[in-house]
């Protein structure tokens, strides 16, 4: 399917929706929603992150324990082998107040608690019944298989439950040997590692279910491999060697997001440690291969997070838990206090004609020798953000599909370029996971243009710094519009309007008119829900948890599905 051009949808997994679901999507539902797609002009379905996650409230899939295990709150309970036939989707003998709550938003601690009190039950009796002997020699043999990445991952599970935590460092065994030795070791703690294996076994056989029922509907998966890895995970723990703790990785500060104090000023602190990549390349980048390799067992193509780490990544002399503490402090007052260590780009920065070509050597070197270790998927880079002009031209030799926001692709006049002048080898969309959708901006921007018409026609308003600010925004509002309206082929008096569907239906006609062989829409911006999925530099709250309000099979009769399918259709995508 390389080059063919197609429509996708991004559709988290924690999203999706099912009759007698467990309050959180799930892959039977998925499976629902692949049908959904064959049906309506949607070509891939691009997915976040889907390894296991940690234990807080609203986890994000982008700080996952582990590179390559999945997670196991997304497996279809009524697949599982083992849950015994009389037990309903809702057991009756569970308290009621731990059935997941909430209908629009995933409510984690129930739902763990809800998921693997069933999952533990079902354990139990595939380990002892007779009728699931030959299931448990397929699953010991595949234990055998995966041994490579599987033995320490079920280790640091088993001693994170022991020990209370992820945070590995707070452990009272530190050396991993003798971490190996202390689960081998007890009886009780080898039997958990082997029910988190059979858990990951579990993952590992209905993944393959979707994979196979995707390729018989002809709808691609898009993964979504991380940058980073969680600090507070297996591989950190076992393979310490591998990754350089003293810094935390992140992106500049660029005024995006300055709802939030800490990301408007310092920039996003992720806290994820960076990569020894010269150790990595001593081995032919065997770690990335691994995590490549056993992604792509799900996935035909896939997106890597803010590649532009391959090349350098800003990075902090502090983690995210001290933020506040360095909130108020100017630049060298923070400086002070790293023992005269900066937040800055790593290895280097791109100050001069050296440093960046050898950035671009090395961003080049890494990538190249991923792909040719791992051919075949179609691979999306996402290249947004602070881009060094070198980036975009290697990632195009590399065949690697970059983004293209539209209206943040000016020429240097300011002018929108058209859609129809992409590298083929891209990725349009309006918007992304850590963005509201297109909708909810497009109506803050002519908000203030109408502040500022108002403000502009009243007498009285005096001519201070705050109006001088009312208009100015209200200025780089109405070009952002005008922009927009432009790359829809609209008027500028056709531009200057609220939000409504003959907007929606030029711009997203625009889209996917596109010369960009991929063309997406987060499932917010077509279906018309005003919510965000994740505010950058934040944790908890709505984060990573709203829920579609319907199922694929209802999906079906709204119109937005039909509208679909006829502009898939119209722009030759299906």
């Given at each position: ?13 924690f999203?999706?929706?099912r ?21 309506h ?37 009524e ?14 003998d ?12 995933v ?66 065994v530190?050396d ?8 081998a ?76 104090p ?115 998927p ?21 065949r ?24 083929p ?71 200057l ?14 889209l ?36 579609i ?26």
């Open positions: 399917m390389q080059g063919k051009r197609m429509t996708g949808v991004l559709l988290p997994l999203s999706l929706r009759d007698a679901d467990a309050g959180i999507g799930d892959l039977k539902a998925l499976e629902e929603w692949i049908d959904w797609a064959s049906d002009g949607v070509g891939f379905f691009q997915l976040l992150p889907v390894n296991e996650l940690g234990d807080e409230d609203s986890p994000s899939p982008y700080s996952a324990i582990s590179s390559i295990a999945l997670e196991p709150l997304y497996l279809s309970l697949r599982v082998p083992g849950v015994p036939s009389s037990l309903p989707p809702y057991p009756a569970l308290p009621p107040l731990q059935l997941p709550g909430g209908r629009d938003l409510d984690y601690p129930r739902v763990r608690n809800y998921k693997y009190t069933i999952l533990r039950r079902a354990w139990e009796n595939f380990y002892r019944e007779e009728q699931y002997a030959s299931l448990r020699a397929e699953f010991f043999a595949w234990v055998e298989q995966e041994s490579a990445w599987l033995e320490d991952y079920a280790n640091f599970r088993v001693l994170s439950i022991a020990f209370g935590s992820t945070a590995w460092w707070e452990w009272p530190q991993t040997d003798m971490a190996r030795a202390f689960v070791q007890d009886e009780q703690a080898s039997r958990q590692k082997l029910y988190r294996q059979w858990l990951q076994w579990l993952c590992a056989r209905e993944w393959a279910m979707v994979r196979r029922h995707a390729d018989e509907k002809g709808v691609l998966l898009m993964g979504d491999v991380p940058i980073g890895i969680s600090v507070a995970s297996a591989d950190v723990f076992f393979l310490r060697y591998l990754f350089d703790m003293e810094w935390s990785g992140g992106a500049p500060a660029e005024g995006n997001f300055a709802e939030e800490f990301t408007a000023k310092w920039g996003q602190n992720w806290g994820i440690p960076l990569y020894r990549w010269d150790v990595m390349q001593n081995d032919g980048m065997a770690w990335w291969v691994q995590r490549i390799r056993k992604l792509t067992e799900i996935f035909r193509m896939y997106r890597i997070d803010h590649i532009l780490g391959f090349y350098r990544i800003y990075a902090f002399p502090w983690m995210p838990s001290r933020n506040a503490e360095f909130l108020p402090l100017s630049p060298d007052e923070a400086a002070a206090r790293c023992g005269g260590r900066r937040p800055g780009f790593r290895p280097r920065p791109d100050d001069t004609p050296e440093q960046r070509r050898a950035n671009l050597m090395q961003g080049d070197t890494l990538l190249r020798t991923i792909l040719r270790a791992t051919p075949g179609i691979v999306v880079g996402e290249d947004l953000g602070c881009v060094p002009d070198y980036v975009r031209p290697d990632l195009s030799r590399l690697i599909a970059g983004f293209k926001i539209p209206h943040w692709e000016c020429d240097p006049l300011g002018s929108i370029i058209k859609g129809d002048t992409y590298n080898c891209s990725f349009a969309t309006f918007a992304t996971h850590d963005f509201p959708p297109l909708s909810c901006d497009w109506k803050e921007w002519f908000s203030r243009v109408e502040q500022g018409r108002s403000a502009a026609q009243d007498p009285a308003c005096p001519l201070d710094d705050a109006l001088r600010d009312t208009l100015r925004i209200a200025r780089d509002c109405g070009a952002t519009l005008c922009r927009l309206g432009d790359y829809a082929g609209l008027s500028k008096k056709e531009s309007v609220d939000w409504n569907p003959t907007i929606k239906t030029a711009l997203y006609r625009g996917l008119m596109s010369r960009a062989n991929y063309a997406a829409l987060m499932w917010t911006e077509l279906f018309d829900i005003p919510i965000r999925l994740n505010l950058p530099g934040t944790s908890g709250g709505t984060n990573w948890r709203p829920r309000p319907f199922t694929a099979a209802q999906a079906t009769d709204l119109p937005q599905s039909a509208w679909l399918l006829s502009l898939s259709k119209e722009s030759g995508r299906c």
